[in-house]
């Protein structure tokens, strides 16, 4: 069975960073990409980074590209989301994913497995 548990959320100001980390347990899919969501109040899911098991060409949402980096440790099973110059318009609830296709996609349905959710704020 695979679980996935995210921490690392929490309560920022504009401008500072913070970091996402997602464990995975259970043997299967440990291949396969995996991504970041994110959805505030009011809104839908939306996506915001996806990496494939080699880490390589790391896809991400045009609203975070250059302020955010997604990376894995496979020995370690954990996937991570570093994100720098943060900005009110971040404030939501991050998710985790993964996805039993060959490659990443920014589309929610495409992942079957999703974790609890971390609350990321950040005020001005």
């Known amino acids: 069975q695979v679980q996935l548990v995210e921490s690392g959320g929490g309560l920022v100001q504009a401008g500072d960073s913070l970091r996402l980390s997602c464990a995975k347990s259970g043997r299967a899919y440990s291949t396969y990409p995996m991504g970041w969501f994110r959805q505030a109040p009011g809104k839908e899911r939306e996506f915001v980074a996806a990496?494939?098991?080699?880490?390589?060409?790391?896809y991400y949402a045009d609203s975070v590209k250059g302020r955010f980096t997604i990376s894995r440790d496979n020995a370690k099973n954990t996937v991570y989301l570093q994100m720098n110059s943060l900005k009110p318009e971040d404030t939501a609830v991050y998710y985790c994913?993964?996805?039993?296709?060959?490659?990443?996609?920014?589309?929610?349905?495409?992942?079957?497995?999703w974790g609890q959710g971390t609350q990321v704020t950040v005020s001005i």
């Open positions: 994913a993964l996805t039993g296709l060959a490659l990443p996609t920014t589309r929610p349905n495409d992942y079957g497995y």
């Open positions: 990496i494939r098991w080699s880490a390589d060409n790391p």
